[in-house]
């Protein structure tokens, strides 16, 4: 270990779980708890005492995507759209993330998201690749590169069950054999559910497990190591909606996000080394909410596209270092949050 990596271990706290609320601007969340409440403040994270506001433009563009953002939180760089974490613009250099930190650190690591697994967010995570779309490759970085303990998501796209099986993965691909792992024993899962994204919650999941579910499975595994653990949470079907712009959809995601953060919480909130951090990639759909029109009533919006925006999106955090989340932040300013290290003073970003 260099002592750029030294100086890392110094400040990281024992446990980091990062969640990604994927599409979720301000509107989305106090759509959500006017539905899941009555009234504003009520989710799960809104409660953390901490709270900013994130720019999430790419390198290339004031519109990012899902790549370049989540590369940014990942790395503490900012790259084109469609890039996971590696230097471009530049000359092409993988970007260590944060996951890959914290395996220096001999911590267990972990990729969680509703989307399928090698989808832009976990993939700029565990994988470094010029093209988003290339899911093949992203899942050969998973599975013989980075090599995360959990790997639960929606499956196909790249991430074949023989594959993981190959590499050493234990696979589940239903909500039974999910909550039946020996979670004392397994070191290594990839739970493969579905062939693609993971159902709508408004839809059902048949015997498809719930965001909630996959997180505290994750962490029966992640807590068995006793150096910590690193842990990305994508609620990704929010983005989904959002593109659709279809609230109903929209609503029951974000609240299912905001259950899995509070089993999450629950978990681990004893442990004053540990950080949680809420945000999201960016805005979709250019959500406003005009009116609340009570609890479980969908309240009064509009939409202004089926793309991305360029809005700023919502920050929550709490736990060691999560006091440095005020004001209005960058996305590339997660990791610095996770170090204490305003000035991101001797960081070592890329693989060597």
């Keep these: 270990m260099d002592s750029d990596s030294l100086s890392i271990g110094a400040n990281f706290p024992k446990n980091v779980i990062i969640c990604v609320g994927d599409g979720m601007g301000f509107e989305a969340v106090k759509a959500a708890s006017y539905y899941a409440s009555g009234e504003i403040g009520t989710l799960s994270f809104e409660q953390f005492p901490y709270q900013a506001e994130i720019a999430t433009y790419a390198a290339n563009t004031p519109m990012t995507d899902s790549a370049a953002a989540a590369t940014a939180m990942a790395t503490g760089h900012k790259v084109n759209n469609g890039v996971i974490s590696m230097e471009i ?49 992203i899942a050969h970085d998973y599975l013989h590169s980075t090599r995360p303990n959990v790997i639960l998501g929606g499956g196909g796209n790249g991430l074949t069950e023989e594959r993981a099986e190959v590499a050493g993965y234990t696979v589940v691909s239903n909500r039974e054999e999910l909550l039946n792992l020996k979670t ?59 593109h659709s712009n279809d609230i109903d ?18 978990r681990v909130s004893d442990n004053d080394d540990t950080i949680i951090l809420v945000t999201a990639d960016h805005e979709t759909g250019g959500l406003i909410v005009h009116e609340n029109t009570g609890q479980g009533n969908v309240p009064d919006i509009s939409w202004s596209t089926g793309g991305h925006t360029v809005s700023n999106v919502p920050l929550y955090g709490w736990g060691r270092n999560a006091e440095h989340v005020e004001g209005v932040m960058n996305n590339t300013d997660l990791i610095k949050i996770v170090l204490g290290n305003g000035n991101f003073t001797g960081l070592q970003l890329k693989l060597l």
């Design 249 to 266: 959809r929209q609503l029951l995601e974000t609240i299912e996000f905001s259950n899995a953060i509070q089993t999450v919480y629950d």
């Design 184 to 242: 004392d024993t397994e070191t290594h899962v990839s739970g493969q559910f579905g062939e693609t994204n993971l159902p709508y919650m408004f839809d059902g999941r048949d015997n498809l497990p719930h965001l909630t579910e996959m997180a505290s499975v994750a962490l029966d595994i992640l807590l068995q190591q006793e150096e910590g653990f690193f842990l990305l949470l994508e609620g990704g079907r929010i983005d989904h909606a959002g």
């Design 89 to 137: 613009p530049g000359n092409g250099t993988p970007l260590k993330t944060l996951l890959e930190i914290s395996q220096d650190l001999n911590k267990r690591t972990g990729l969680v998201s509703t989307t399928y697994i090698t989808h832009a967010t976990p993939a700029a995570f565990g994988a470094h690749n010029a093209h988003r779309n290339n899911l093949g490759e």
